[in-house]
């Protein structure tokens, strides 16, 4: 990266900390202006004082339209633009689809759909009257495939990457990219504090007993080092054909590539069956 370039003023939802953390401490690393949001900002305080000139605290619960407002209006005050905001509040259910009730599965909508949502709306007509910017979304692999007791978790992200794939070619006559971002397996406190286990029920306690165990065992022992993924993004972004998703993690390139391997394998074997659905001739 050019180190003539003008500072960058971040915007950055939950970012008191994993990802959300981690790409603040890059982009102050860098020399620029980050906007760092979080439900209790009181936790970044001293990143505040440490750069005080660059950071400024913004309350955001992303459930809540009017707070996004309210924040990107304090950010644009402050700074006078955002030219990256990082999508990367939210939270992971682990749990099969019946265990899992309505309103936890509401919630997730909530956090990681519709919060990401209200940020964007927020902050689309500042960044479509500079045309120019970057919106990065944080996804999952759990956001290009899923596996059995993250079905919340990855409905909600599977719609993000929706939104956003569409997104891309809404704001690409505007200047701005869209980046998706689907981390493998990073030593966040995702396992932990971020994941909310449901309820057992006994007839799936050996279908989803050994997935509510990895995700209990890897809690610290992730092989992704949080502090990497802003570095990638940063490289991504500044590249020249910047592409629309992003993997990190050897873990996520191999079950995307998997995937996506057996969807065309699929695809191919069906084909004949797909392709005589039309009107005879």
């Known amino acids: 990266m050019s180190t003539q370039r003008s500072p960058r003023t971040w915007f950055i939802t939950g970012a008191s900390s994993g990802f959300g953390l981690a790409f603040a401490r890059h982009a102050l690393g860098l020399g620029d202006r980050v906007v ?21 605290l913004q309350q955001l619960d992303v459930t809540q339209p009017a707070q ?23 939270y992971g259910i682990v749990g099969a689809v019946e265990e899992t009730p309505d309103d936890e599965l509401r919630a997730q909508m909530e956090a990681n759909f519709f919060g990401a949502v209200n940020v964007i709306r927020a902050a689309l007509p500042q960044m479509r009257s500079q045309r120019s910017g970057a919106i990065v979304n944080l996804s999952s692999m759990g956001g290009q495939l899923s596996f059995g007791g993250f079905s ?25 990219k869209v980046l998706i971002v689907e981390p493998g397996s990073f030593r966040t406190s995702f396992a ?11 007839a799936y306690r050996d279908v989803t007993g ?5 995700a209990h065992g890897m809690n610290g022992t992730q092989a992704g080092d949080p502090a990497k993924v802003p570095q990638a993004v940063v490289k991504a972004l500044d590249a020249h054909n910047t592409p629309l998703r ?12 998997a995937h996506s391997q057996q969807l065309l394998q699929d695809l191919e074997a069906w084909r004949p069956v797909a392709e005589a659905t039309g009107f005879d001739a």
């Open 36 to 56: 760092a949001t979080a439900r209790r900002p009181e936790r970044l305080a001293e990143l505040a004082a440490e750069f005080p000139d660059q950071v400024l």
């Open 68 to 90: 996004a407002q309210a924040a990107v209006q304090a950010a644009v005050a402050r700074f006078g633009r955002i030219d990256v905001l990082v999508n990367n509040a939210g």
């Open 192 to 202: 932990g504090d971020a994941l909310r286990h449901m309820p057992v029920l006994e």
């Open 152 to 176: 919340a978790y990855s409905a909600s992200k599977f719609a993000l990457e929706g939104l956003s794939e569409a997104l891309a070619q809404e704001m690409a006559p505007f200047g701005i």
């Open 210 to 214: 050994g997935i509510r165990e990895f």
């Open 246 to 257: 992003l993997q990190l993690g050897a873990d996520a390139v191999e079950a995307v590539r």
